[in-house]
């Protein structure tokens, strides 16, 4: 059973345009995290969200933790071909001595 | 400040064979995870070594199994291969209690059973 849903698993754009990635579950999370993954490459974290309804800013990526830690978005805006990769949101049930449960991915690909 | 290191980067291996895979965390983290990533989806939680000790393990069969040392470096061990272990296998570490700012990963090893 997968906990974390995403979607959409794959996304092909034009370079410029917006996009949304999003992360379901019916569990609470006590954080989520969100990972690019190049391939041939493991995961590289970009953000941690931990407080319901937080908002973070990386550049061009805006990612939102659901009010009741259930779910989480991933923005990104004007898409440039070196955002193309593997997007994976991941959620950790408590704050210590907890695995980190990974959903199955976007794959986006921005073409030029 | 070196981050997760794993070996070998690739590796094939027969059904039935056993496989070892090493992973040493980065400097200053105590915990270490392993994933397995088929192809085209997300890692899926093998176990979790904290203080030499197994403290979490996933869904997966006894053929898998881990050890930690003193120095906080990891082991897999898959024992009677099967086709279907083939996957990219992540080993991931943290600082103990931090585990809810997410992990580092390394590079992985990509097993192929053949």
């Known amino acids: 059973t997968q906990l974390l849903e995403q979607s959409p698993q794959f996304l092909s754009i034009q370079e410029g345009e917006n996009l949304t990635v999003y992360c379901n579950s019916s569990s609470v999370f006590s954080s989520l995290q969100w990972y690019r993954q190049e391939p041939g490459e493991g995961p590289v974290l970009l953000v941690t969200v931990v407080t319901g309804g937080e908002v973070k800013k990386l550049k061009r990526l805006t990612f939102q933790f659901g009010d009741a830690r259930k779910d989480s978005s991933l923005h990104i805006t004007a898409a440039q071909p070196g955002d193309t990769g593997l997007y994976l949101c991941a959620g950790a049930k408590y704050s210590s001595a907890s695995k980190i449960i990974f959903g199955s991915g976007t794959r986006l690909s921005i073409r030029p | 400040d070196a981050g997760v290191t794993q070996s070998p980067t690739h590796l094939i291996k027969t059904r039935g064979q056993q496989v070892t895979l090493r992973c040493s965390p980065k400097?200053?983290?105590?915990?270490v995870s392993w994933y397995q990533q088929a192809l085209g989806q997300g890692p899926q939680f093998i176990f979790q070594y904290y203080e030499e000790e197994e403290r979490q393990r996933g869904n997966f069969p006894d053929r898998f199994s881990g050890h930690q040392f003193p120095n906080y470096s990891s082991e897999l061990n898959v024992n009677a291969l099967l086709l279907g272990d083939s996957a990219l296998y992540l080993c991931?570490?943290?600082?103990?209690?931090?585990?809810?700012?997410?992990?580092?990963f390394g590079s992985g090893t990509r097993l192929t059973v053949v």
């Open positions: 991931a570490s943290s600082l103990g209690d931090r585990i809810t700012y997410g992990y580092t």
């Open positions: 400097s200053g983290h105590d915990t």
